[in-house]
């Protein structure tokens, strides 16, 4: 199956700083890639639709300014947590979805805490 | 999107067949049934869709009912690795692939005991 590789897996930041995530397809190319943020024990929650080469399209709630998404190329995206505090801290996923198809394939996940 | 009603926990013996009931009485003629599951602290893993008829894949069946409101995961042999939270999604399936991202619910537990 496609292969999306998220990095990195783990960062702790202190207040006030920013963090980037990258979210790479690594053998087909992702025309349209999805950010989802999941709190302890809830579900996972959309926030934001990646398009390559566009900008972004944010859920409802989800500060466009504080959350900057970078879709440059077929097989990357970039989630920048700008001006990062404590309630900031969650599981940061990314997915792909492969052309022609409608499954999504799922990045391994980045646990961010902000200190 | 339809919306899914599935149980909070479950439990299965090692070895036995572990069956995962999802509810979905308002799905549209043009939504399908995707499968997904999360193991603790990694990003979800697509298991298997269908629209009406059932299918099997190396990792499960799943039996959609003739009237389509409800359907069920089957993974055929349980193992502790398959201990993980498992979604029921219904969407639209789009040709030029997933223009819209998942919705995902609550899920089901499910807990493969020794």
């Known amino acids: 199956g496609a292969v999306v590789s998220q990095h990195p897996s783990r960062v702790i930041c202190k207040s006030g700083t920013s963090v980037k995530i990258e979210c790479r397809s690594l053998d087909f190319q992702a025309t349209t890639m999805f950010w989802y943020r999941q709190f302890p024990k809830q579900s996972l929650m959309l926030m934001a639709t990646?398009?390559?080469?566009?900008?972004?399209?944010?859920e409802q709630g989800v500060e466009k300014d504080k959350f900057l998404i970078n879709h440059a190329s077929l097989t990357l995206s970039t989630l920048t947590v700008t001006s990062a505090h404590p309630e900031d801290s969650s599981f940061y996923i990314c997915s792909a979805s492969v052309t022609g198809t409608a499954k999504l394939f799922f990045g391994s996940g980045t646990q961010l805490s902000v200190l | 999107d339809a919306k899914t009603t599935q149980p909070p926990s479950m439990d299965c013996a090692e070895g036995r067949a572990a069956n995962l009931p999802c509810n979905h009485s308002t799905i549209s003629g043009n939504e399908y049934v995707y499968w997904y599951r999360q193991i603790h602290s990694q990003g979800p893993q697509y298991i298997i869709h269908g629209l009406k008829n059932n299918e099997t894949n190396e990792m499960a069946s799943l039996i959609i009912t003739e009237d389509r409101k409800s359907s069920t995961l089957i993974l055929p042999h349980a193992t502790l690795r398959d201990t993980a939270v498992y979604y029921c999604?219904?969407?639209?399936?789009?040709?030029?692939?997933?223009?819209?991202?998942?919705?995902f619910g609550k899920g089901t537990h499910l807990i493969i005991q020794p």
């Open positions: 990646s398009n390559e080469g566009s900008k972004a399209t944010y």
């Open positions: 999604i219904v969407r639209v399936a789009r040709s030029g692939g997933g223009a819209d991202g998942l919705t």
